[in-house]
């Protein structure tokens, strides 16, 4: 199966501490799109971010970035000066072109401490 | 709220029950899917519906659980004599995918805990 794969299964940092979740992928497909998903403890998922296999700039919103790099086949996120509020399991998931079923990875929880 | 809703959202029952969970996607989304979610794991999907037609059905998915889009709009998911390992979380999402949007948008899920 062509894996997602997000080695740090649990980090904690302290609030003001910028943090980076990995997230590794399988794929010999040309075409695909990778994603961010948020699971806070209420459990939803909230979609973060959605890029194409065609676009490799990077991404800032706000504190969040994302650094995509097909030649080490990485779609890693980055989050600056983080909040408690940020506390939550984070998701990075592969979608092939075509198909309709994403591969999630296990998740990072990201712990944030006051 | 315009978003995927989902209900119950938890749900307790005794092994050997039958339970059935309601998703409701957002309004003009013709594609629905559950996932199911284990504890430390992320979501593996289960099936998805294109309008009222079910297309696609994991192995995961087995023959005590069938799942509906009567009319193309809400989706049920039932399962029949339920075990401990049904115990999760069941995630419904939604997508436009006639508008090329591949983002799929989640509900907020139905705990169940099988007893």
């Known amino acids: 199966a062509q894996k997602v794969t997000q080695a740090q299964t649990e980090i904690s940092v302290v609030e003001k501490e910028d943090v980076t979740l990995d997230c590794v992928y399988e794929t010999r497909d040309t075409t695909y799109y990778l994603f961010w998903y948020k699971q806070p403890p209420s459990g939803e998922l909230v979609f973060l971010i959605r890029?194409?296999?065609?676009?490799?700039q990077n991404e800032i919103s706000g504190r969040y970035s994302w650094n995509f790099q097909k030649s080490t086949s990485s779609f890693n996120f980055t989050i600056t000066a983080s909040q408690v509020v940020d506390s939550a399991v984070y998701f990075c998931?592969?979608?092939?072109?075509?198909?309709?079923?994403?591969?999630f990875g296990t998740g990072t929880r990201l712990k944030v401490l006051a | 709220d315009t978003g995927v809703s989902q209900d119950p959202r938890h749900k307790i029952t005794k092994r050997g029950q039958n339970v059935t969970f309601r998703c409701d996607p957002i309004?003009?989304?013709?594609?629905l899917y559950w996932y199911r979610q284990t504890l430390g794991q992320g979501p593996e999907f289960l099936t998805y519906f294109q309008n009222e037609a079910q297309l696609e059905k994991s192995r995961l998915l087995s023959d005590r659980f069938s799942a509906e889009r009567p009319k193309g709009s809400f989706s049920t998911l039932e399962i029949q004599r339920t075990e401990q390992g049904d115990s999760a979380m069941y995630l419904c999402?939604?997508?436009?995918?006639?508008?090329?949007?591949?983002?799929?948008?989640f509900g907020p899920g139905t705990r169940l805990l099988v007893l």
């Open positions: 999402a939604s997508t436009a995918q006639d508008r090329g949007e591949e983002t799929q948008y």
């Open positions: 890029r194409n296999s065609f676009d490799e």
């Open positions: 309004s003009e989304h013709n594609r």
């Open positions: 998931a592969r979608l092939t072109s075509g198909t309709y079923k994403y591969i």
